[in-house]
């Protein structure tokens, strides 16, 4: 089946520490996304990418990191400098500008 | 920026009674997007609106998009316990999508 696979599900980081969430679709979507939707809000967009090896910042890039060095992932870094990373974190990829598809993200905690 | 706004949050209705959310952008559309979130889940594209007025349906969802591509509006008729989640809009300018912060709704059977 053709989707889109991120993992871990949930993800633990101590304070300091850089942690890197996967993201891998089999669709053949060119463009790919990173949100951060925290409780009871929207979706926030972090990066984003159209076509491999090359990506743009979103609303609240500061304190993440990201790479597109294959179409098929798109991962994404949750640095040290990102002094407020709990949350839950989606992934996406589309055709072009056309509808997305979502990943069943990633739950981000602090310990 | 290029925000797009959702109304009302919240809606808390009894089985049977009808829903509708609003999104609202100050600058044209070039289309509009919804999707549904069921909670715990991630979000689910329902439909995409690109002509001025158009209005288009799925069942008991009615998606409209407003004459001058600056508003949209999903309705729900007669709605169920698994309708239950939250709704969100969303735009797309040149490959960067905003999405609108949604309307969560709770059915009570």
């Known amino acids: 089946d053709g989707g889109i696979t991120q993992s871990p599900k949930y993800l633990f980081r101590k304070e300091g520490q850089n942690v890197t969430l996967s993201c891998e679709q089999n669709?053949?979507?060119?463009?790919m996304y990173w949100y951060r939707q925290d409780p009871g809000q929207g979706l926030r967009l972090i990066y984003y990418?159209?076509?491999?090896?090359?990506?743009q910042k979103g609303d609240i890039a500061e304190g993440y990191s990201v790479s597109r060095e294959k179409k098929e992932s798109f991962p994404l870094t949750v640095t040290s400098a990102q002094k407020n990373p709990t949350a839950f974190y989606l992934c996406?990829?589309?055709?072009?500008?056309?509808?997305?598809?979502f990943g069943d993200g990633t739950r981000l905690s602090i310990l | 920026g290029q925000q797009v706004m959702q109304i009302p949050q919240y809606q808390h209705v009894q089985e049977g009674e009808d829903f509708t959310t609003y999104c609202n952008s100050s600058?044209?559309?070039?289309?509009i997007q919804w999707y549904k979130q069921r909670p715990g889940g991630h979000p689910v594209f329902l439909i995409q609106?690109?002509?001025?007025?158009e209005v288009k349906k799925q069942k008991r969802l009615t998606f409209q998009f407003g004459e001058a591509k600056k508003n949209s509006s999903l309705h729900i008729t007669a709605t169920q316990t698994t309708d239950v989640g939250t709704y969100f809009c969303?735009?797309?300018?040149?490959?960067?999508?905003?999405f609108g912060d949604g309307t969560t709704l709770t059915v009570k059977p």
């Open positions: 996406a990829s589309s055709i072009s500008s056309q509808p997305q598809h």
């Open positions: 669709l053949n979507h060119d463009a």
């Open positions: 990418s159209q076509i491999v090896n090359d990506f």
């Open positions: 600058t044209t559309l070039s289309n």
């Open positions: 609106l690109v002509k001025s007025g």
């Open positions: 969303a735009r797309d300018n040149a490959g960067k999508s905003t």
